[in-house]
């Protein structure tokens, strides 16, 4: 017998929000993060734009002695985590704390202490770098500090499946939860790789988008005709999810119920996407949810602009809701908070859940004139309010041909 | 001449420490600095003072031994042949 899991705390840092309220309401308002970057190595960078968290102040939230050991993509995962737990209320008994995990995703972990360590070595010929660059660097330093800080003694895992890696992180939570191997579980992901290692390392891959001539926010323009690839973000996003029954008896507020998920692989292209194995996800994913095409209204795209993935999910979403394609309201939320590659499937998946909770669909900003291979209603420009949803839906589609969908539909008890 | 201003110093910077606070026989652990503070603390020492500390452990639990440590060292690489 498996068990329903809802979604009672949310937390965000994010490049156009520092709590859910900040950054569903930016999205609303079609307000874009993406931005031409303020940093010391610009001059060596060819593609200058990307999406920051500006304004974060580490001191704000941290003691000197507690950042020494703590890496930015750390730092947004433990403000995020703070923000979802304060937001579910979540306090757990001493017999809880066993019963409760947490989930992360992240593609390079600590990315700026591992550049720095390079510079170091290579560059600077010292003998030794920061003492305690392993454990600031480690892809799961994020999630080990969650679990330290609330001291949650179940599964502690760190997701590593690129685009895709924290949409897994929260279904596998999901999963954890459902089939009763934990009770409460954080899930997320966090990532900070604005560095200039990694930015160079993304702008040979020829795959990050040309900044628009007349405003760096456009950059971005997923299902355009002249839509040029993707723009790296930064950030962290964190749910707190837990067994139903435990959340109806301490009066929890509900954001909704985690309804299905599935995650697969295209095993086709190590870049190229692949239709038929991101429809075969959404296909398992509605299944897993027990929903038909029709009763979703709402899909977050992955929607990166590149212009293979644009195309590729457009057929996908076609080939998996058949004639209902045409009536679901499709946006890629990437056009305004970037691409935050290990954190971004959790980031798109909380917009999806702001929507269904606030009955409002964020837009899919620069979108001025579609390719004519994307003909789905991508709601473009101008977000959409005071409209009913029921369920919604999430879709991340990684490098690698991971493939990870998450449903979420109005809690009934 | 001891190095132990220089500490204080240094750690009222690197960890907001209150001078105060840090007399000669202050527990480190008890000012808040676990194991892993202290190594980073002593590799920023050896920036500082252009010294080399010894690769094997020694106990360090109160300020006082941090600058006895030091001291010892730079008496040594005074009086070192060039």
């Known amino acids: 017998m498996t068990r329903r899991v809802v979604i009672t705390g949310l937390g965000?840092?994010?490049?156009?929000?520092?709590?859910?309220?900040?950054?569903?309401?930016?999205?609303?308002?079609?307000?874009?993060?993406?931005?031409?970057?303020?940093?010391?190595?610009?001059?060596?960078?060819?593609?200058?734009?990307?999406?920051?968290?500006?304004?974060?102040?580490?001191?704000?939230?941290?003691?000197?002695?507690?950042?020494s050991g703590i890496e930015r993509f750390s730092q947004f995962a433990l403000v995020a985590a703070a923000q979802a737990v304060q937001d579910a209320q979540l306090e757990l008994s001493e017999a809880e704390h066993p019963r409760a995990g947490v989930y992360m995703g992240s593609c390079l972990g600590g990315a700026g202490t591992l550049e720095d360590g390079y510079i170091e070595v290579f560059k600077r010929d010292s003998p030794r770098i920061k003492p305690l660059?392993?454990?600031?660097?480690?892809?799961?330093?994020?999630?080990?500090?969650?679990?330290?800080?609330?001291?949650?003694?179940?599964?502690?895992?760190?997701?590593?499946?690129?685009?895709?890696?924290?949409?897994?992180?929260?279904?596998?939570?999901?999963?954890?939860?459902?089939?009763?191997?934990?009770?409460?579980?954080?899930?997320?992901?966090?990532?900070?790789?604005?560095?200039?290692?990694?930015?160079?390392?993304?702008?040979?891959?020829?795959?990050?988008?040309?900044?628009?001539?007349?405003?760096?926010?456009?950059?971005?323009?997923?299902?355009?005709?002249n839509r040029s690839g993707l723009v790296l973000g930064e950030g962290a996003a964190v749910l707190v999810l837990e067994d139903a029954e435990r959340a109806l008896k301490r009066g929890a507020k509900i954001y909704?119920?985690?309804?299905?998920?599935?995650?697969?692989?295209?095993?086709?292209?190590i870049t190229k996407p692949d239709a038929a194995g991101q429809t075969r996800t959404i296909i398992n994913a509605l299944r897993d949810a027990r929903l038909r095409p029709q009763d979703i209204h709402y899909i977050n795209a992955h929607g990166t602009a590149t212009l293979a993935g644009d195309i590729e999910e457009t057929k996908a979403i076609k080939q998996a809701f058949g004639a209902h394609a045409i009536d679901v309201p499709v946006s890629s939320t990437k056009s305004m908070?970037?691409?935050?590659?290990?954190?971004?499937?959790?980031?798109?998946?909380?917009?999806?859940?702001?929507?269904?909770?606030?009955?409002?669909?964020?837009?899919?900003?620069?979108?001025?004139?579609?390719?004519?291979?994307?003909?789905?209603?991508?709601?473009?420009?101008?977000?959409?309010?005071?409209?009913?949803?029921?369920?919604?839906?999430?879709?991340?589609?990684?490098?690698?041909?991971s493939n990870a969908v998450l449903i979420a539909k109005r809690h009934i008890s | 001449m001891s190095s132990l201003q220089t500490i204080q110093r240094m750690m009222?910077?690197?960890?907001?420490?209150?001078?105060?606070?840090?007399?000669?026989?202050?527990?480190?652990?008890?000012?808040?600095?676990?194991?892993?503070?202290?190594i980073e603390f002593m590799f920023n020492l050896e920036d500082e003072l252009k010294i080399k500390l010894p690769d094997e452990r020694v106990e360090i639990k109160t300020?006082?031994?941090?600058?006895?440590?030091?001291d010892k060292i730079v008496a040594e690489q005074k009086g070192s042949p060039q």
């Open chain 1, 133 to 225: 660059s392993v454990l600031l660097s480690m892809n799961n330093a994020a999630a080990s500090h969650l679990s330290i800080k609330y001291r949650l003694q179940g599964q502690n895992i760190t997701y590593a499946t690129a685009c895709s890696s924290s949409a897994i992180a929260v279904g596998e939570a999901y999963r954890q939860i459902k089939h009763g191997y934990a009770d409460v579980m954080l899930a997320g992901g966090a990532e900070a790789m604005l560095t200039l290692g990694a930015m160079k390392a993304w702008e040979a891959l020829r795959t990050l988008a040309l900044e628009d001539p007349h405003d760096a926010g456009a950059s971005c323009k997923p299902f355009s005709k």
């Open chain 1, 337 to 401: 908070h970037g691409h935050l590659m290990g954190a971004t499937g959790a980031v798109e998946f909380m917009a999806a859940v702001l929507a269904l909770h606030h009955n409002a669909i964020p837009p899919t900003i620069n979108l001025h004139e579609p390719d004519p291979e994307c003909d789905l209603d991508y709601v473009p420009n101008q977000g959409q309010s005071d409209v009913k949803l029921d369920a919604v839906m999430s879709n991340s589609f990684a490098f690698g041909g």
């Open chain 1, 12 to 67: 965000i840092v994010s490049p156009v929000g520092k709590s859910p309220g900040e950054f569903f309401g930016n999205l609303m308002s079609g307000h874009s993060g993406i931005k031409h970057l303020q940093t010391d190595f610009i001059d060596q960078l060819s593609i200058r734009i990307g999406a920051p968290v500006d304004n974060f102040n580490p001191g704000e939230y941290f003691s000197k002695i507690q950042l």
């Open chain 1, 256 to 269: 909704a119920e985690l309804a299905g998920y599935d995650c697969s692989s295209d095993s086709s292209h």
């Open chain 2, 63 to 70: 300020i006082q031994d941090v600058a006895d440590i030091v």
């Open chain 2, 12 to 38: 009222v910077d690197q960890f907001d420490l209150k001078l105060e606070d840090l007399k000669p026989d202050a527990q480190l652990e008890s000012l808040g600095l676990d194991s892993l503070s202290v």
